[in-house]
């Protein structure tokens, strides 16, 4: 039996479908990811948004191997370790909205948990009765039963649907009716906290709203006491111009949920970082005000030591340049796209996202026939990028040069001259 075959044997990968055979990988380093064929392909979306500086950025691992010289991992729970310390003492300072402290936890999804049971448990500890929590139209949060509650109820998550606790959901923020709704919502309703992915819409296909919008839904969040909740897993550390989307409203949110670019995709780690607001009704020596949560790997320190590099580079100038260079890239490779004839709903970017959304006459959905075509002209290409149906995006690393950037540009070039619709 090959690996490959005992791959399809023994492993299941996340979206399988059934006896898919899944590229075999040898290394990666940079924006390459080096596959067992000898194939080099290019990491246009950062290994699923993860891999911020590309891989085996030399500093990362070196914070990974000199931490590993100490230890590996340590109970959380009534113990503590400076990797710890240290990145939630530095996230706090580069965070919007004075946020004081950081819940860890393993990922993305189980970032958005911490976050939604602390909002709930915010009003029981206030003994106010508040339990609707409100969200946008298309989110995703990610796999658990909390964060699939809060997002778009669609073909993801049809079994689980009656297990899914009840959420109000507003329009897509590209109009007024979203800020009347939500408003009437607010009204009508006792609601204990509002969760959004600020700027954007990552899995939705990268839809890309104002920031003006997002300021009124925040202020009428304001106005009703209603908790904010900014889940940047996707748009944090610089992927939307802004070190975090947040950064582009005035009210900030009480909670801001953290994980993929983390540990520039080294380990897994989730962050919850919230204001003093939060704070203070967790305060307390009573057993049932207490935040009942917690998991095996909490701040693991390797991770912890990972971050604390990754965040390092990710607020050096170099970092920014490379950040601004690709934003620019993008917005005259949108010029040149917009000269051509191309059967296009859209074409857009926000900071280092690229985004270009076909018109091939039906629905657009991440189940769109197009997906797998496209998916398979890029890899044919050389080239990494995972399409949302009828979506194609780029979400490089930031170290990504022009020359590199340029190959992804005449790829997208030549598939969509190549399409027949
Ligand atoms: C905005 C957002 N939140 C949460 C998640 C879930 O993160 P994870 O896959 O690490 O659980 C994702 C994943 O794509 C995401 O884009």
């Known amino acids: 039996m090959t690996t490959i075959q005992k ?42 948004w993860v891999n911020l500086h590309g891989h ?21 729970a009534g113990f503590t370790h400076t990797p710890a310390i240290h990145l939630a003492q530095n996230l706090c300072q580069c965070l919007p909205g004075n ?18 049971k602390m909002t709930i448990q915010y009003w029981h500890n206030k003994k106010i009765k508040k339990h609707t929590i409100v969200a946008i139209e298309g989110a995703y949060h990610g796999d658990t039963f909390g964060a699939m509650s809060v997002a778009d109820r669609g073909s993801f998550n049809i079994p689980f649907e009656p297990y899914l606790f009840d959420v109000l959901f507003i329009p897509f923020p590209e109009n007024k009716d979203s800020i009347s709704n939500f408003n009437d919502i607010c009204k009508n309703n006792n609601v204990a906290a509002f969760i959004y992915e600020p700027i954007v819409q990552g899995s939705a296909g990268m839809r890309i709203y104002d920031a003006k919008i997002l300021q009124k839904l925040l202020e009428i969040a304001q106005k009703y006491e209603v908790l904010c909740v900014a889940d940047e897993v996707m748009s944090g550390f610089g992927r939307t ?26 380990l897994p780690l989730g962050a ?22 917690g998991h095996s790997y909490t701040a693991n320190p ?26 620019e890239w993008h917005s005259e490779f949108i010029a040149y796209i917009n000269s051509k004839n191309y059967p296009l709903k859209r074409i857009e970017s926000c ?10 006459q039906v629905d657009t959905s991440y189940f769109n026939s197009l997906r797998e075509y496209l998916y ?27 020359k590199e950037m340029k190959k992804i540009y005449n790829a997208i070039d030549e598939v969509l001259d190549g399409l027949k619709i």
């Open 272 to 293: 919850t970082a919230v204001n003093e607001k939060i704070l203070l009704q967790f305060q307390s020596t009573a057993i049932e005000n207490i935040f009942l949560h």
């Open 241 to 266: 111009q802004t070190l975090f989307a947040s950064q582009q409203c005035d009210i900030k949110p009480d909670i801001i949920c953290l994980s993929k670019g983390l540990t520039g995709g080294y």
């Open 56 to 76: 085996r950025n030399p500093k990362i691992t070196n914070a990974i191997a000199k931490q590993l010289r100490y230890f590996e991992h340590v109970i959380f």
């Open 376 to 402: 398979q002209e890029f890899l044919n290409r050389d080239i990494l990028l995972r399409p949302l149906g009828n979506i194609i995006y780029v979400l490089p690393p930031y170290c990504i040069t022009k």
């Open 351 to 360: 900071g280092t996202i690229l985004v270009l959304e076909i018109d091939n």
């Open 302 to 327: 390797l991770a912890c030591a990972a971050a604390m590099a990754s965040l390092q580079i990710t607020l050096s100038q170099n970092c920014a340049n490379q950040r601004n260079d690709i934003a």
């Open 7 to 48: 791959d399809t044997q023994y492993v299941w990968h996340p979206f399988d479908i059934y006896k898919s055979e899944n590229l075999l990988v040898k290394k990666a380093k940079g924006i390459y990811i080096y596959l067992q064929d000898g194939r080099k392909i290019i990491d246009g979306i950062s290994s699923w």
């Open 99 to 116: 946020m004081k402290k950081i819940f860890f936890s393993d990922n993305g999804s189980t970032s958005v948990e911490v976050a939604l």
